[in-house]
């Protein structure tokens, strides 16, 4: 129909071709476009600030938790040396002249390691969570 | 030249806006006539054409070049025609099953006519818009035009 030949084909063709969206109908899309761009831009900001405050959200919760894992530990570490400690205090009068002997040589240095070992715990985690690479949740 | 490279270009450099006025003089005649092809209304089908470049513009970051971006086009046309024509449909309550049964059988078959007179496109370009068989088109425009040259002969007889 590319070619109408008919006197009835060029009177309907000239009669549709006056059929046609209105004047203004891309003025009327472009605004309504620009409406949408503004709409999505509004979207887009709401969701990057949610997304922001989940991070946020989670980033604490991650720290909090690393902080109630190092107070366990260092609790852990205490009980492990008073337990120790209980330990040598009921096995001791037990035990023989030599060991007693050792132990008493010894037992100052013995305990100085343990208070020493007892207060790492808490500075090598701190010192872990601060040279620790920044949180990447997203 | 229009291509949909270029077209794309524009959509990756976030520039919708200036595709969719490249888009507008090239598709909005074609995708009005398809749309009046179907309702055979001129507001229903600016209305359709409307949605039909919003839905194109929201579309677009997606659109993965399967198909040609003039058959993309088509089908959204084509089926925001279709939503438009089922919503005009009049609204039947659950208690008339048989009234809903015979109004969901009402086939929407577009007037190919429409286009082929409107756009003076080749039977071919009418059957990818509207997506049936060649064949098929020739068959509904044969019949269209039988029907208006009938209407045509009545209208010269009775004046």
Sequence with gaps: MSTPDSELDRHLQALFRGLDTRADFDARLMARLRA?????????TARARHERARYR??????QSSRRSMLRLLTL??????LLLVAAVVTAGPRLSRDVMDISSQYGPYIAMLLGILIAAVPLVGMWAE???RPIRLL | MLTDASLMELVRAERRDEAIALLLPAFRRKVFALAYSFLRDREAAEDVTQ??????????????ARASMSTWIYTIAR???????????????????????AVEAIDPAPSPDVIVYMEAQSHEEVATMLAMPVGTVKTLLHRARARLSAAAGKMSTSS
Excluded at chain 1, 36 to 44: F, K, P
Excluded at chain 1, 57 to 62: C, F, G, K, S, W
């Design chain 1, 57 to 62: 959200r989670a980033v604490l919760e991650l």
């Design chain 1, 130 to 132: 601060q040279t620790r």
């Design chain 1, 36 to 44: 949408e761009s503004q709409t999505d831009a509004t979207e887009r």
């Design chain 2, 51 to 64: 949605e039909v470049f919003i839905k194109i513009w929201r579309a677009l970051p997606g659109f993965d």
């Design chain 2, 79 to 101: 089926n925001a025609s279709l939503s438009a024509l089922r919503a005009r449909r009049p609204q039947s309550s659950l208690s008339d099953p048989e009234v809903m049964a």
């Design chain 1, 76 to 81: 852990d570490t205490l009980g492990i040396a």
